[in-house]
Nanobody, 115 residues
Framework: QVQLVESGGGLVQPGGSLRLSCAAS????????MYWYRQAPEKEREWVATITSDGLTNYANSVKGRFTISRDNGKNTMYLQMNGLEPEDTAVYYCRARRAADNYWGQGTQVTVSS
């Protein structure tokens, strides 16, 4: 069993930066593939980025070049560094851990980009 807790969201002006964290408790963090998703008001939840247990990364086209996903296995924590934020990035951001049939989600953290 893995519990995920996101933090680091908030209100930021367009062009600004935020770093989200996803802290995992429980065992086996290092073997999980980790993801960030987001859900804007009245929209479907969408995938943002992935980092595998080996550190391979992948990004949605909408955030490529602006967002960076990383993980610190010693701290059981994953991060999402978000630069060049745009109003369209406003959403609740969720982290997800997956390994085979095991699948866990956090409760989300709100990111609002507005002047």
């Amino acid at each position: 069993q893995v519990q995920l807790v996101e933090s680091g969201g908030g209100l930021v002006q367009p062009g600004g930066s935020l770093r989200l964290s996803c802290a995992a408790s429980g065992s086996g963090f290092t073997v999980y593939t980790m993801y960030w998703y987001r859900q804007a008001p009245e929209k479907e939840r969408e995938w943002v980025a992935t980092i595998t247990s080996d550190g391979l990364t992948n990004y949605a086209n909408s955030v490529k070049g602006r967002f960076t996903i990383s993980r610190d296995n010693g701290k059981n924590t994953m991060y999402l560094q978000m630069n060049g934020l745009e109003p369209e990035d406003t959403a609740v951001y969720y982290c997800r851990a997956r390994r085979a049939a095991d699948n866990y989600w956090g409760q989300g953290t709100q990111v609002t980009v507005s002047s």
